[in-house]
C-alpha cells in the first residue's frame, strides 16, 4: 500500500460520512484515525479477499520450504498471531 494512494479520515468525519467513505474504498485504501492516529483501514472487499489469499499462500510456501522443526514452529506461530 502506498500512502500516496490513501485518504485518511478522523473517526467522526468518517461517521458523518460513512456512506460517502464505503464508496470511495471502491477507488481507494482510506485510513481512519481516532484521536491523531491510524485505527483502522478500509479497503474494497475484493482487493482484501486478494490481500488474504496472497498472504495464505506466502504461508503455505513458507511452511512447505522448511527444513527445520523450530523454524516450522517460529513461522506457524507467526501467521497465528494474525489470525491466518
Known sequence: MSFNSVDFFSLAEAKAKFSSI???????DLIITKN???EA???NYEKFKRL?????EVKDIS????NELEEY???????KNYDI
Open 22 to 28: 464505503i464508496e470511495q474504498s471502491k477507488e481507494k
Open 36 to 38: 491523531g492516529k491510524p
Open 41 to 43: 483501514v478500509i479497503m
Open 52 to 56: 488474504i489469499d496472497f498472504v495464505e
Open 63 to 66: 511452511l512447505l520450504e522448511i
Open 73 to 79: 514452529k517460529e513461522i506457524k506461530n507467526f501467521f
